[in-house]
């Protein structure tokens, strides 16, 4: 969670069921006689250059056969229509019993692929009940001769991992019947939460202990604007006073910038559910300080371990603690926007192939009505497995009255990583709604005085009841220009003075922010080219919250510090907030329906086409300007260099909040940095429940 992206770095496109198109890194062999290759089963980073030997034979491989829905197209068209305001069929979703019995793979398919993957030496591990995939475990050698492949060991992302040195095959008696095979390749292992702190110099974590400790550098605001630091010899954007970043906003200052607090609905009824990767030990007694000390009710928590996970030792390519502070930070967002709505974690081991298990879990047996998922791969090369895997799965969900919501990613338009700019896989599949990044100015409807730091947790405080309103929102794509010390600097007390210089031009280095972009490889949906005209493919984001970890969520977890391990509150941004933010307010909107809405996107496109005031426009562009000589919002950020204490040392930074040279930047109306823009309190409520 520490760093400023931790989602897969993919090669290249590969195929996948219901793609726009079909690329792959090289063209496979042809099958050998009586086996038929599943196309993009190899991955593009398995080549040549990065083989380093053979996979150990008596490796353990865990993996899945997947089967495609019965009539595919129907699923999806059944989803649609559930889904759409208008249909003869709105909202009247299947039952999970229902779906299974239209378009599940029949019991013969699985018998069939169990009895090849039986007399191969595998071990069953698990079917689940809509029959998605036969989960299975056994070594390199066994899967080798099923599979009609050499396992080899490459060099990837900085780490080795396993995958097929050529297309993986199957008999050709399960042509047709087998989709994809997930697990052959370790490629899943790299997949990773979208938050960030935005430090840059976070601390390492220790495997197995709990997450290391992090704390927002002091001085900071305890809202936007409260403190400002005079900088003479670094002006920016037409001024050379700037604000101080915020210490972190708390849940009512969230609430108050959406609207919330005009709200009766709170999420009572609901339940939403949130995946990720093992599971923190702390977290149930972490978020219920959290409330008690932000004025939210103590949550309800439920944590479960869905069947068939991995059950090995965790991998020395995943830490533990890394995750603990994604599980926590999804369920204070959820709880800040929904504090009625009870919370169901559903993990998996070290976010492998077993998080498209969590997540069929939670469709399939419809322990949810709203979901939400802050991880995902960066760019769209991800394995065929996958790909089938997880979008078939959010049809389901679409059908059976389940909202996904998945964070678009943050690491802005991808250019730095890929050299061109892409969107991310999970936030780009049709049947989810994708959530973007805002930056966001909170501010007091009436300010009050002789607040200090101890506000923060004082829940008696104005910082944790109601009177916050935005100021504005602008698109997160974050610059970082440092600022060099000077022995003048005087940032110890009120009036604050920094006398030194930016290190580099204006804007700074790129440092972080939300996903978007079109796809490649999902065509564009219909109840989107509807709304905002005709593009090349699916358009992401659909929707934006806060994001930006300079204007970010105040969060409280369990941490390990150089004085003992405690409970403390830190600063945190990402799309992983953004999207249990929106999935929290996803939960208010069925309470304020008075029955699930199921997949969101036809709504809130309907919503966007009406006009109205449902959504906050994001629009940096008419607002401030697009260029280095427009008054662009901007934030002067303190980190402590140990990230724990002024002990330590301080460093100092100017943040623009939505910089100009990435390609994607908030305007009027609907556009690839924000979408449709953000909720609008009251009118976005009555917006997408009419």
């Known amino acids: 969670m520490r760093t400023t992206s931790r989602t897969l770095r993919a090669a290249a496109v590969t195929a996948g069921a219901a793609l726009l198109f079909v690329a792959a890194a090289a063209t496979p062999a042809a099958a050998a006689s009586g086996r038929s290759a599943l196309p993009g089963s190899q991955p593009a980073w398995a080549n040549a250059k990065a083989l380093r030997s053979a996979a150990p034979a008596t490796d353990t491989v865990d993996l899945r056969v997947y089967l495609p829905w019965q009539n595919a197209s129907a699923a999806a068209q059944t989803a649609l229509a559930v889904s759409t305001p208008g249909s003869s069929s709105y909202r009247k979703f299947l039952t999970p019993q229902a779906f299974r019995q239209k ?60 995958a097929p040195e050529s297309a993986v095959t199957v008999p050709a008696s399960l042509a047709g019947i087998v989709e994809s095979v997930a697990g ?102 972490d978020v219920t300080k959290y409330s008690s000390l ?68 939670i469709v399939d047996k419809h322990l949810a009505s709203i979901l939400s998922i802050s991880y995902g791969f960066a760019g769209e090369a991800v394995p065929q497995g996958f790909i089938n895997s997880l979008n078939n799965t959010f049809i389901e969900a679409a059908a059976t009255g389940v909202g996904v919501f998945v964070s678009s990613g943050d690491s802005g338009d991808e250019v730095g990583s890929f050299g061109t700019p892409t969107v991310d896989f999970y936030a780009d599949s049709p049947w989810v709604t994708a959530v973007g990044g805002s930056s966001a100015s909170v501010v007091p409807t009436a300010a009050p005085s002789g607040l200090t730091y101890a506000a923060i947790d004082d829940p008696a405080s104005p910082l944790n009841n109601t009177g916050w309103k935005r ?36 804007p700074g280095t790129f ?36 994001a930006d970890p300079n204007t970010g969520l105040l969060v409280g977890q369990t941490q390990a510090f150089s004085n003992g391990t405690y409970y403390d509150e830190y600063r945190i941004g990402g799309t992983s907030v953004a999207a249990p933010l929106t999935a929290g307010m996803a939960a208010v909107a069925n309470q304020v329906a008075g029955a699930p809405l199921g997949f969101l996107n036809p709504r809130i496109y309907a919503a966007y086409s009406a006009g109205g005031s449902a959504f906050y426009d994001v629009d940096q562009a008419d607002m401030f300007g697009t260029t280095v000589q427009s008054p662009l919002p901007s934030v002067l ?15 100092y930074s100017l943040r623009t909040q939505e910089e100009p040279n990435q390609t994607l930047h908030s305007t009027k109306g609907y556009d690839t940095a924000t979408g449709v823009g953000t909720p609008n309190g009251a009118a976005f409520f009555a917006g997408i429940t009419k």
């Not at 950020?637 to 460093?651: F, M």
């Open 637 to 651: 950020r303190v980190n402590y260099v140990d990230s724990e204490s002024a002990a330590g040392g301080l460093s």
């Open 471 to 506: 100021s504005f929102e602008v698109g997160w794509q974050t610059g970082l220009d440092a600022v060099n010390p000077t022995p003048t600097d005087h940032m110890s007390s009120a009036p604050y003075e920094l006398d030194g210089t930016f290190a580099s031009p204006l």
């Open 103 to 162: 378009f599940a793979p029949s019991q013969s398919s699985v018998v069939a692929v169990q009895q090849f993957l039986r007399s191969a030496g595998f071990s069953i591990v698990d079917t689940p009940s809509n029959n998605r995939y036969v989960s299975a475990e056994g070594t390199v050698a066994q899967a080798q001769s099923a599979f009609g492949v050499t396992l080899g060991e490459y060099s990837a992302f900085g780490t080795t991992l396993r």
């Open 184 to 285: 052959l390749d370790q490629g899943a292992s790299l997949i990773q939460p979208t938050s960030t702190d935005g430090n840059g110099n976070s601390p390492k974590q220790n495997h197995g202990a709990p997450s290391a400790g992090f704390r927002a550098g002091q001085p900071c605001s305890l809202w936007y604007g409260e403190k400002t630091v005079a900088m003479p010899n670094a002006p920016a954007y037409g001024t050379s006073t700037k604000p101080i970043a915020p210490c972190g906003y708390t849940p009512a200052q969230v609430r108050g910038l959406y609207g919330l607090d005009q709200v009766a609905a709170n999420g009572s009824g609901q339940t939403v559910a949130f995946v990720g990767a093992n599971a923190s030990p702390t977290l149930v007694q």
């Open 511 to 546: 440092n972080g922010g939300g996903g978007g972009g079109v796809s490649r490889i999902f065509a564009q949906p219909a109840y989107q080219a509807a709304a905002v005209g005709a593009a090349s493919g699916r358009l992401v984001p659909d929707i934006s919250a806060l």
């Open 294 to 361: 932000h004025n939210l009710p103590a949550p309800k928590i439920t944590q479960l371990v869905a069947p068939g996970v991995y059950k090995h030792p965790d991998t020395p390519q995943q830490v533990p603690g890394d995750y603990y502070g994604e599980e926590t930070l999804d369920a204070e967002a959820i709880h800040t926007t929904a504090p009625g709505a009870e919370l169901l974690y559903v993990a998996s081991a070290n976010a492998r192939q077993d998080f498209d298990a969590s997540v069929n879990h």
